[in-house]
């Protein structure tokens, strides 16, 4: 029965492939997990016969039933084989290759063999039982790989979230540029290989600059790839940062990435997250930096590269970062590129950095390359393709994407005639190129296309594009409700793209649409575009911030939400039928607290917008939209011991002047005899039973810390984890806060405490925590040991 041992080699080996599936593909857990429940059956199935007393009786079937389980194992190892390209593997590991009906036709035929082998051994085939006893070790070998398996799935969720923004597609993406041709070589050559090589510890960081749309990101990716084939030279670890994802302008963020992606050699490290994960506590940033250390210490160099860091929301506080990692460990190097380059948040640090320019001469012959690339793909094109290179690269001034916009123009063009009459109106700058696309635009489709500018260049994550086929439409009506129906919606939500042409592009990989480069941004916002004819598509942030939230308040006060029960799946029909639902619920408050966070100012029909979704039957409103709004962000997390309360929801994302107004209009009760009731300054709300008062502390929202004292909030009460107010001002090193606390009488946990303030600094040395990309999901962060370090050195 050699067949047999073979046998269970080869599911050893396929289990192998399906649990490295699991790791990569969301959704096949379950799959995979029925496909293990049925080789544990087996083994279960020849422990029992392992039992019994060898006989010899004939086969009588078992050699069939081990033939149909081969067949099904090299089906299964058909299916997961590796593709041939780079491009072709990495479609493969976003899809998993079986759909519900194989699948479980899989493991139908799986129970089948189970059943055939227990009808045989029944009927005294013990002549088996030596070769099935060495398959039953084989298979507590594969039981053990199951076990690894699934404690490598437990990693992958550790992974992810360590690491919540990826770099992985849009590095593809920009990979598949370049592929084939010998573009970004030259950055390699003259400047990557010989600082890689020169060993002096002060040259360990680099800058690449210049404009935007010079291919500086298609220059790292090409980097990237390089070191990568370089058996002899350091690890890499790469991220981008996009300007459409507010997710990847995290510091955390990018460190996670950057960790994750050096920890495949040593997973291990990543298992002190495990207890973070598992709460859904935020790690500090310094335990993240502690172990990238470790990581690199252990394993040998390392190269870190970040791509667009003016994209960052706080580039100064990526810099500290770089220069704490570089100055802890001298087996690391960093490549930083950035639109202008920031080098003087590094000559503030005294830190020495190598800058390179990406000028002209080096950049046009890439841009040659690309069109000479392009024009062969074009039946029409190839026929004039050194004439297009001669009119046209010389005006692109080392401008990739100018070339690339000229490139889309030019092939649309159905004859050669045509080729030479577009050549001949060639826009002089990326500027006018987008601003002839504008002018194109049929008037009665300009509004449109104006708020899918608007939300695209704004909205702090990627959208989806039956997303955006919804908020382009949301119009907001004084003293009326909005109605989001079928009479509206833009159906095919394809339409958009067709309207905004050259402007917008899909990412089929991940379903998302964006803009097409980081500069339409750019000219959106300029002076060139303000003072042309063009002027109605001019926009920026601060004016279109105010539009992105009464459209997101509009939408969630509609009547269809004006529910004070929903179960998990209703509320999973609610998110099918309005696209648009999660970006409402969960970004309004993100863009409200940034927008009074960077000096705007909400005007009264913001505010009565907001206070309208903030109240409820219990402080005085007619509606439940807000219950149903809680219910979006929590689910069944909602505890009704701790119901939620608006006022808790507006301390933690930071609307000072909403919690102003609800203090100053009756909204919110300081009578302690009222303490049980909902309106209540302390009544506790969330997962961890605090008040209002706690989370803004933890969040580190001065600003409603002080109105709440102001106005009575104990600033003594503990969450349900017994930590104090005080505590978490001193974990988040916070010292404003904590002054604050300290004045309105917070107590230390040890008795006649007196404070040294002097040489700490008034600001929290974090991020503002309302930054956290889906900050209402996660209440309170595992900053125990710092914050007791740190009280120990204020006290006198």
């Known amino acids: 029965m050699a067949e047999a041992v073979a046998l269970t080699l080869d599911i050893a080996k396929l289990i192998k492939s399906l649990i490295e599936y699991g790791q990569e593909v969301r959704g096949a857990k379950d799959e995979i997990a029925g496909l293990c429940r049925e080789l544990q059956s087996l083994r279960g199935v020849l422990e ?3 039992a019994q007393r060898p006989g010899n009786v004939a086969d009588n079937g078992m050699r069939d039933c081990l033939a149909n389980a081969r067949t099904l194992v090299d089906d299964l190892h058909l299916r997961m084989q590796p593709r041939n390209s780079r491009v072709q593997r990495g479609l493969q590991s976003l899809k998993w290759p079986f759909t519900k009906e194989a699948i479980g036709e899989t493991l139908d035929r799986l129970a089948r063999i189970n059943v055939s082998i227990i009808m045989i051994t029944m009927g005294g085939q013990q002549n088996l039982v030596p070769d099935i006893l060495a398959m039953k070790e084989e298979l507590r070998a594969i039981a053990g790989t199951i076990n690894d398996g699934f404690d490598s799935a437990s990693r992958r969720k550790i992974m992810d979230y360590v690491a919540p923004a990826s770099p992985h597609v849009l590095h593809g993406e920009t990979c598949s540029i370049w592929e084939g041709t010998d573009s970004g070589m030259w950055f390699v050559r003259n400047h990557l290989q010989p600082w890689i090589q020169f060993r002096t510890p ?7 600059y210049g404009s935007s749309g010079t291919g500086k990101t298609t220059i790292l990716s090409r980097v990237v790839e390089h070191v990568k084939t370089q058996s002899s030279g350091p690890k890499v670890a790469y991220f981008y940062c996009s300007f459409n994802d507010a997710a990847s302008h995290e510091v955390r963020n990018i460190v996670g990435s950057w960790l994750v992606q050096l920890a495949t050699t040593d997973p291990g490290i990543l298992d002190q997250f495990q207890d973070a994960e598992a709460k859904r506590e935020r790690i500090p940033i310094a335990s993240l930096e502690d172990a990238l250390v470790d990581v690199v210490q252990k394993n040998g160099p390392a ?32 490549l930083l590129s950035s639109t202008p380059f920031t080098e003087s948040f590094f000559s503030e640090m005294a830190w020495p ?7 002209l001469d080096d950049v046009n012959p890439d841009i040659e390359l690309y069109v000479r690339r392009t024009c062969e793909s074009s039946q029409v094109l190839v026929r004039s393709v050194d004439t297009i290179v001669e009119v046209l690269v010389p005006q692109t001034k080392g401008m990739f994407r100018w070339a690339e916009c000229q490139m889309n123009t030019l092939t649309k063009c159905l004859t050669p005639r045509m080729v030479t009459q577009t050549l001949g109106q060639l826009p002089g700058t990326l500027d006018e190129t987008y601003i002839n696309i504008l002018s194109r635009v049929q008037p009665e489709y300009k509004a449109l296309v104006r708020e899918a500018l608007m939300w695209l260049s704004y909205a702090y994550r990627p959208f989806t594009l039956d997303e955006l086929a919804e908020a382009v439409v949301i119009e907001v009506y004084e ?3 909005f109605e989001m129906d079928d009479s509206c919606r833009i159906k095919p939500p394809e339409t958009l793209l067709r309207l905004c042409q050259g402007l917008v592009a899909r990412n089929t990989k991940t379903n998302t649409v964006s803009l097409a480069h980081s500069s339409i941004r750019s000219t959106l916002e300029s002076s060139m575009l303000r003072e042309s004819s063009m002027s109605y598509f001019w926009m920026d942030r601060k004016s279109s911030s105010p539009n992105i939230i009464r459209k997101c308040l509009t939408y969630l006060l509609m009547d269809p939400f004006n529910l004070r029960d929903c179960s998990e799946t209703a509320l999973r029909r609610y998110f099918r039928a309005y696209p648009f639902l999660d970006y409402a619920s969960v970004m309004w408050a993100m863009h409200v607290c940034l927008h009074v966070r960077s000096s705007g100012s909400l005007s009264k029909q913001d505010t009565q917008l907001i ?3 903030l ?5 005085g409103g007619s509606h439940n939209n807000f219950i149903f709004w809680i219910r979006t962000l929590l689910g069944d997390q909602v505890d009704g011991n701790y119901p939620p309360t608006p006022l808790y929801y507006a301390s933690s994302y930071g609307l000072a002047p909403i919690v102003e107004l609800m203090l100053q209009n009756g909204m919110v009760s300081t009578d302690p005899a009222q303490k049980a009731s909902p309106t209540h300054i302390d009544m506790k709300s969330g997962r961890y039973e605090s008040t209002p008062l706690q989370v803004a502390v933890f969040r580190g929202h001065a600003d409603v810390v002080a109105l709440l004292l102001k106005h009575g909030a104990d600033p003594n009460t503990t969450d349900s984890d017994g930590t104090s107010c005080l505590s978490w001002a001193f974990a988040g090193r916070d010292w404003r806060i904590a002054r604050l606390l300290v004045d309105y009488g917070a107590q230390d946990e040890e008795e006649d405490v007196e404070y040294d303030w002097d040489g700490f600094s008034d600001q929290a040395d974090e991020e503002p925590r309302a930054m956290l990309p889906y900050f209402g999901r996660a209440e309170f962060d595992p900053y125990d040991s710092e914050g007791e370090m740190m009280m120990v050195g204020l006290r006198r």
Not at 309 to 334: F, T
Not at 615 to 619: E, G, K, R, V
Request: a negative charge; proline letters at 3%; charged letters at 25%.
């Open 48 to 50: 029992d016969l392992g």
């Open 353 to 359: 950095i190598t800058t390179v320019n990406v000028a």
């Open 615 to 619: 109240s409820t039957p219990a402080t």
């Open 611 to 613: 206070m309208t979704l």
């Open 303 to 334: 190269l870190l590269i970040l791509d667009a860091m003016n994209e960052s929301s706080n580039p100064k506080q990526i810099a500290e970062c770089v220069v704490r990692l570089l100055s802890r460990c001298e087996d690391l190097r960093c």
């Open 479 to 481: 003293g009326e409700r």
């Open 202 to 208: 002060e040259e360990r960081l680099m800058g690449l």
